[in-house]
């Protein structure tokens, strides 16, 4: 799914680790992803949980994809910060899957916190 994948890569978020309803997802933030207040924009920690959110819900086997997401923002982001991005399945159905991920910076400081909802779609992953 990553080689498919050029936002996440052009993000440069790199997998850490994957499991059947999990991942760990890493970047760094670099200075072109900051705002006008020199922190990074909010979007960027936005793509790099829903990337965790899709490789987490994907590594079922089956194709998902995210119907409701929202996230908060809980500290400010800097150029230079190590970003972790940990996502695990809270519940799922037949059709549909919850999931939360959790942001971290280099100190071990939650920096974000995002919840999606997922479809699984009837199509398998070769």
């Known amino acids: 799914m990553y080689a498919n994948d050029a936002f996440s890569q052009w993000l440069g978020i790199e997998v850490d680790r994957t499991a059947p309803g999990s991942c760990v997802l890493k970047m760094k933030i670099r200075p072109e992803m900051t705002n006008g207040f020199g922190i990074a924009h909010g979007g960027i920690c936005y793509s790099l949980a829903d990337s965790a959110l899709a490789f987490a819900s994907n590594g079922h086997g089956q194709h998902a994809v995210s119907i409701e997401t929202c996230i908060s923002h809980v500290k400010a ?48 992953w070769k």
Not at 86 to 92: H, I, S, T
């Open 77 to 124: 982001v800097r150029p230079g910060d190590e970003l972790r991005a940990e996502a695990q399945e809270v519940a799922a159905s037949r059709k549909t899957g919850q999931y939360e991920v959790k942001i971290y910076n280099q100190k071990e400081e939650l920096v974000a916190w995002f919840k999606g909802t997922i479809y699984k779609k009837e199509e398998i």
